[in-house]
């Protein structure tokens, strides 16, 4: 989800808020009981507001990272990652937005946090080494990639992307396009390894399909870039429309998963199981509900969890095991602007040796990725951004992600970091949206501290951690 906003300083936001000059009254004139200026202490405290002009919606972001929002005629504002409610609405008057005091109250306390220099979040920059070819589809179409790691040459490995115009897309690591199908409006992907179907084992893809409100789920070749159909009877979903999407291979029995998230919040887990006939089919086994709207999600094949990110709250740590109920096992952070602005979107697992390695979160509303420990209760390690590269742009508002910590032949030595891009540029000309590919040590040696390089977790053979 994008909406539009403008990025202007409180100083021009007032300009826009307030009436012609001819209409203008002072706020001390204007004010409704219990209520204040709201651009007037924003102003005062340094902070910087983005506008929506037609949704009316303020997003204002503190010195030190925290962000708010409130819209004209509500009563319920978000600040520092909740949401809460107002004795009374927003109001606009005579141009100026007012708001009751008690918030001015809360804006403040915010304010006077996190204000030492060793409070603030490390972020450093990055650039990526290529970029996929541009989607066919316009407007907010490429979305979610999936690495698929070749097992007899990594260097042939390809990438997996979805297009909500109307597919999925298979790149080679140099970007080029191989392979287009027509399969409907595609959203998030997802791939496994060695999924037992007919006697064989075979790489399997899953992807949300919002045209059809179906997971659908393919053989990949990967030889080939092939995909095929393999479902014996549509998956269809019971949310309103599938949105997210994670596959888990439990280490602990054996079986296969399939998760799939929802625009409300919906949480729905289906076990899969071949047929006999060679197909797959799908039995729904647990269901619960987040609550608002959700879409990054991925599970942890060795520990036995999964991540949801709860785009404008915070990414939720859960069992993945079927059994696991609708209880969270702990937040892991919240989307108060510092280390995560929403949206949060994609998330994604970096396997390193000994059941180490990185989770990362893309946050959508500062263009950044944020980086927590996978093992033990992951701890916040740093941040990083996509920048303009010689000739490669970086990446901003960025959907899904992906990540392998293995080798893939002399272009990716230590494994591969993914990004959809929003805004792709090309020598100052907007361009259909796309795929940018960085190289994972430009990451790790980058951010403070260094990160893991193993380069020989073969997502192939992992190994069950769980208790």
């Not at 603030?120 to 990055?126: E, G, S």
């Not at 190289?439 to 380069?455: G, R, S």
Request: with cysteine; aromatic share 8%; proline share 4%.
């Amino acid at each position: 989800m994008k909406p539009v906003f403008k990025m202007i300083t409180v100083s021009v936001v007032a300009a826009c808020l307030l009436a012609p000059a001819a209409q203008a009254v002072t706020a001390a004139d204007s004010a409704p009981k219990g209520y204040e200026p709201l651009r007037t202490k924003l102003q005062s405290i340094g902070a910087t507001v983005q506008w929506n002009a037609e949704d009316q919606e303020i997003r204002y972001k503190l010195k030190n990272g925290i962000v708010g929002v409130l819209t004209a005629g509500d009563t319920q504002y978000r600040l520092a990652g909740r949401t809460a409610e107002l004795s009374g609405e927003v109001r606009l008057v005579n141009g100026i937005t007012y708001v009751p005091a008690e918030l001015i109250k809360l804006v403040v306390a915010e304010n006077e946090k996190y204000t030492k220099p060793g409070d603030a979040i490390p972020r450093v920059k990055v650039t990526a080494k290529t970029e996929t070819a541009a989607v066919e589809s316009g407007d907010d179409a490429a979305d979610d990639p999936a690495i698929w790691v070749d097992p007899d040459n990594p260097a042939d490995s390809k990438l997996l992307a979805t297009n909500k115009g109307g597919g999925l897309l298979v790149y080679d690591l140099n970007g080029k396009q191989l392979q287009s199908y027509a399969t409907g409006k595609m959203n998030n992907i997802d791939l496994r390894y060695d999924f037992p179907l007919g006697g064989k084992k075979i790489d399997i893809a899953a992807a949300t399909n919002r045209t059809t409100n179906t997971i659908d789920v393919f053989q990949f070749k990967g030889d080939t870039g092939e995909l095929v159909d393999i479902v014996a009877k549509p998956i269809k979903a019971k949310m309103e429309e599938v949105y997210g999407i994670s596959l888990y291979h439990s280490l602990k029995t054996g079986k296969f998963y399939v998760m799939a998230l929802g625009k409300k919040g919906e949480f729905e887990q289906y076990e899969l199981s071949g047929n006999g006939s060679g197909k797959i089919t799908g039995k729904l086994v647990r269901e619960f509900r987040l609550a608002t709207q959700s879409e990054g999600m991925v599970a942890d094949d060795e520990y036995g969890y999964v991540y949801i990110a709860e785009e404008d709250a915070a990414i939720w740590k859960y069992s993945a095991e079927p059994d696991g109920g609708a209880k969270q096992i702990k937040q892991v952070d919240i989307a108060d602007g510092r280390r995560l602005e929403d949206d949060i979107e994609g998330l994604t697992l970096y396997y390193a040796k000994d059941g180490k390695g990185y989770l990362i979160a893309s946050s959508q509303g500062s263009n950044s990725y944020s980086i927590y420990k996978r093992e033990g209760d992951n701890a916040f390690i740093s941040s990083f951004s996509i920048a303009d590269g010689g000739q490669v742009d970086g990446t901003t508002e960025t959907d899904g992600i992906d990540v392998i910590g293995f080798g893939l032949g002399e272009q990716f030595p230590y494994g591969l970091f993914v990004s959809q891009d929003d805004a792709n540029m090309e020598n100052g000309k907007k361009l259909n949206q796309n795929f940018k590919l960085v190289p994972w040590e430009e990451i790790a040696q980058t951010v403070t501290p260094n990160l893991a390089m193993d380069n020989g977790v073969d997502p192939r053979k992992l190994v069950y951690r769980g208790k």
